[in-house]
Each structure stands twice: as C-alpha cells, then as structure tokens.
C-alpha cells in the first residue's frame, strides 16, 4: 500500500443556527500530516473532530481554508482514502462476503473472490462470510467495516472513533488489530478519538483539539516504539501531557 | 380446604412479561368466538330490523353460497368465479402498474432534492383525493370498463407507494451514503446496491397497505364503473330481487380474498432482502 500526503491550511467551518446566525465549530486548523504517519485528533466531546474528519474525508465542505492531498486539492471522497465509520457504516442488507467486496466492483469476479477470501481471512471472519451483520458481534462488525475498507488498499485511513461502540475488552484487542494492520501496511491514519489511552497507544502524532469552536491546542509526538505497553514510564509521562493540554487533572 | 390450593402457583412460561396463550387455547378459542359470532348473527337476523330487506340468517347465506358456486346454465364456471377473476384481475393490474410507477417515482423524489422540490406538493394535493371520486371522470375518460377500473385502482396505490418509497430513500442513515459515495459508486450503481436495498423493508410494508386499498376501492368502482366483478355483483344481487343472502355471502368472499392477498404479500416480508429492517421478535 502507498500513502499519502495531507496539508491542511486555515479550515474553518461553522453551521447555520436555529434563529439565524452561525455557530462556529472549527478552525482556523493548520495542519500537515506525513505519508504513512499515523496521527490521532483527541478532544472533548462537541470539539468538532468528528467534522473536521468529514471534512477532510470529502463529505463535507469547509467555510475556507484548503486541504491538498498529495499537493493536489481535495475534490470529494475517494477509494484511494477510504473512511471507517462509528456505527460501522457496514450495509445490513449485505452478507459479509458482500459487504467486504463492496469496493472492489471494478475488479474482475476471481480478482474480487480472490481479494475478498484474503480479507475475510485476516480479519478473522472465515466461517462468517454468509452472515448477515445482525448477526454479528460488535466487535465482528467492527472488523468487517475494516476488512471493507482495507480490502481496497487504501493510501489513507479515516477513522472517526471506530471503536467507540465496542465493550473495553473488546476496544483493547481491537486496538492491538488496528495497530499491527498499520504497521504492517503503513497507510496514513488520522484516527479520531476522546480516549487518551487509545491516543498513546496508536499515534504517531496526538492532535488536541480545544473546546468548540475547535482549534489545535497542542501537538504530543509519541516516541514509545511498538508494542506499546500501559504504565512504562514514557507512557504516564506522555498521557500526563496529554491531562495537561486538554485542561485536565491526572487524579479523578 | 381442598389440599392443591396450598401449592405455590406455577411460573408462567411467558415470565413477567404479557400473558400467554395456551396450545389448547389457541385452537379453541376462535373456534368458541366464531360459534358466538354465529349465535350473535342468528338472534339479530330472526329479531330483525323489519321489512324485506331484512338481514338474511347464517342459513339463509348458506343458501345463498351454494347459488353463488352452481354453474349458470349455458355457463362453464360458478357464477361466482367469473367475478372473482375479473376483480382479483383488475386490482392484480391496477396494483402493478402502481409498484411499476410508484417505486421509480417515490426514488427519484427521495433521491433528489430538486425533484422533490418541485413535485412533492403535487402528490401531497393528489394523494388524499379518493379514488371514488375519481370515478365519474374515469367512466368518462376510459370508454372500455378494464381500462377505468384498472385506473382507478391504479390511482388508489400509486400516490401512497410513491411517497412511502420517497420517505424510505429519505431516511436512509447518512453512513450508507457516505460509505457508498466513498468507494466511487456512480449514480445507477449507488440506486441498485445501497438506494433500492435500503429502502426496500419499507417499500414492502408500504405495498401490504396499499395492496389492502387496492381491494377496498375496487368493490366500490366496480358497483357503478362496470358491468362485472364482486362489487357489482353486489349491487346487481340487490336489484335482482334483493337478495341479501347473496349480498352477504358475496362480502364474506371479499374478505377471505383480502386476507389472502394480505398472506400473499406478507410472505414478502420473509425475503432476507426484506426482514433485515424489521426489528426482530421476541
């Protein structure tokens, strides 16, 4: 897989409000983000990263600022840079198998069969491929949604709290998934989150992100080599940081 | 005090939830109903509302039952099944060109804004006018009897399947749109994979009820737009002599047929293409 390159300059957004005026959520956001860097956007509840990730996704437009990919401006939504939804975005009318092969319609039928198999197989999903989604565990969905979007070979990964709807253990293994997928493939990742553990044990890079309307409040890089462990000194010492810039206190 | 009044009463399998029914009481209790539903009828058909067009009894429509499935002389079937055929033929025509139609339609105006827009008043004015009044204008309109009655059963369905279907695309969550749009669906594409399935648990439910409309308005266009079928038999049965036990055996035919247009449709709803949008049971 290849990946890409992402800059962001002056993105602002704000929405209409009942009784007029605007209410503005996001920005100015400068940001650049490296080819097969994988960078975490952390910040409260209502701070406007879910937009600033459809934003940056193509499904939504900003008020001003660019967004390059690759040098070139964003033009809308594209297999190249595919997005993984919170509730999944999995079609329920689909089996797994056909919900896996979503993207591959330009594909020839053994290439797409081929693609699939390999798919359904490393996201643990062989024995599934008939079910529908209902059927399916969180968890297991979750994991088709990945199998969907990775079976394309994408250059970057847009994650909008993916694994906000899992229970703790299940969000623990399936963050170890995620983090050994992108090691192994090295697509850009900009995964959006409000868990600062999921944040230190992923990113590269950690973005926070200030109460609405949304700006950068900091940026923590994030050293630990993988696998990353909970409580090793570097750790505390980067989720410390982290307490720090959201405005938070270390103690409950 | 007899000794099994002291046993603790048994757990109901249902738990705490509504009361169940019993496998006995499910076999005897519509029977136990349909037996009182008789007497009921009996005692209010001998007492009597006075005159001669008195309620015909259970027996009586019995009667009249049996002249409705002799063959007519000089005919080749019951009398009773040649209007069956014509009616169950209309509204089987009226229906399908309503789904044929209504299904695009209603897609296209969820699908796109501008359509939407634009049209949406017009069917929403279309829509509540009753088929019945459509009638004069139809008889008008359409000089063979099939083409008015297929018209007017058209109408019954078309307008409610067009605009269930269009709030069916409309509320299709927004993450299948996204995802679809995501992994460069065109246009044709996106409606047949994503639009069409998506919306299509609802688009059933919409035909059960407009299916249901369908065999209510055809009796009532068929007493005054034509000279065949179940509603007219009606209304001929009352000036051949008023025969109300005619009349009445010919409505309980209209409603068995009801039902079974009804199961027909629901088996629809068993489609796996269907049932994943309907919460499931229990």
């Known amino acids: 897989m290849a990946s890409s390159r992402i800059e962001l300059r002056g993105v602002k957004k704000s929405f209409a409000q009942r009784g007029g005026g605007a209410l503005e959520v996001l920005g100015p956001i400068d940001l650049t983000i490296s080819a097969g860097e994988f960078v975490c956007l952390l910040g409260p509840s209502g701070c406007g990263k879910s937009t600033l990730l459809s934003i940056i996704g193509g499904f939504e437009r900003p008020d001003a600022g660019t967004i390059a990919i690759d040098g070139a401006a964003l033009r809308g939504p594209d297999p190249r840079r595919v997005f993984v939804f919170q509730d999944y975005g999995i079609f329920p009318w689909m089996s797994v198998e056909e919900n896996v092969s979503f993207g591959l319609h330009a594909m020839s039928e053994a290439q797409r069969k081929e693609r699939c198999a390999r798919w359904v197989e490393a996201a643990g999903l062989r024995g599934f491929e008939q079910a529908l989604p209902a059927e399916l565990s969180g968890g297991m969905r979750q994991r088709v949604a990945l199998a969907r979007a990775l079976a394309v070979e994408p250059d970057v990964l847009y994650m909008d709290e993916p694994l906000g709807a899992l229970d703790s253990l299940t969000r623990q293994q399936m963050r170890s998934e995620v983090a050994s997928l992108w090691r192994r493939l090295r697509p850009t990742v900009l995964f959006v989150t409000h868990d600062i553990d999921e944040a230190v044990l992923l990113a590269d890079r950690v973005v926070v992100l200030s109460q609405r309307p949304g700006r950068i409040v900091e940026i923590v890089p994030v050293t630990i080599p993988h696998p990353r462990r909970f409580g090793e000194p570097d750790y505390v010492a980067i989720k410390r940081e982290l307490y720090r810039a959201l405005g938070l206190g270390a103690e409950v | ?282």
Not at chain 2, 54 to 77: I, M
Request: aromatic fraction near 10%; hydrophobic fraction near 50%; charged fraction near 15%.
């Open chain 2, 1 to 282: 005090m007899p000794a099994d009044s002291m046993q603790l009463p048994k757990p109901r399998p249902g738990g705490w939830g509504l009361p169940e029914v019993s496998r006995i009481e499910r076999t005897i209790l519509p029977w136990l109903a349909a037996l009182g539903f008789l007497l009921l009828w009996s005692i209010w058909a001998r007492g009597g509302s006075g005159g001669a067009t008195d309620f015909p009894t259970p027996l009586e429509t019995a009667r009249g039952f049996e002249h409705l499935f002799k063959t007519p002389p000089g005919g080749r079937a019951p009398l009773i099944v040649q209007h069956v055929v014509s009616s169950v033929y209309r509204t089987t025509f009226g229906f399908l060109a309503a789904v044929a139609l209504g299904v695009p339609l209603g897609i296209f105006l969820g699908w796109s804004a501008r359509a939407h827009t634009a049209l949406n008043w017009l069917v929403q004015l279309l829509r509540p006018i009753s088929p019945i009044a459509w009638i004069p204008i139809a008889i008008m309109m359409f000089h063979g009897d099939e083409l008015r009655s297929i018209y007017l059963i058209f109408y019954a369905a078309f307008f409610s399947i067009a605009v269930s279907t269009s709030s069916a695309v409309q509320s299709i969550p927004t993450v299948y749109l996204r995802a679809a749009r995501n992994f460069g669906l065109g246009t044709i594409p996106m409606l047949q994979r994503v639009i069409f399935p998506a919306a299509l648990p609802q688009i059933v439910l919409s035909l059960r009820v407009s299916a249901g409309i369908c065999w209510i308005v055809v009796v009532a266009a068929e007493m005054v737009a034509v000279k065949d079928g179940l509603g007219w038999l009606i209304i001929d049965a009352r000036y051949q002599g008023a025969r109300t036990d005619l009349i009445v055996g010919t409505m309980l035919i209209i409603g068995v047929i009801g039902v079974c247009i009804d199961m027909l449709l629901r088996r629809l709803e068993r489609l796996p293409q269907v049932s994943w949008g309907y919460p499931p049971r229990g």
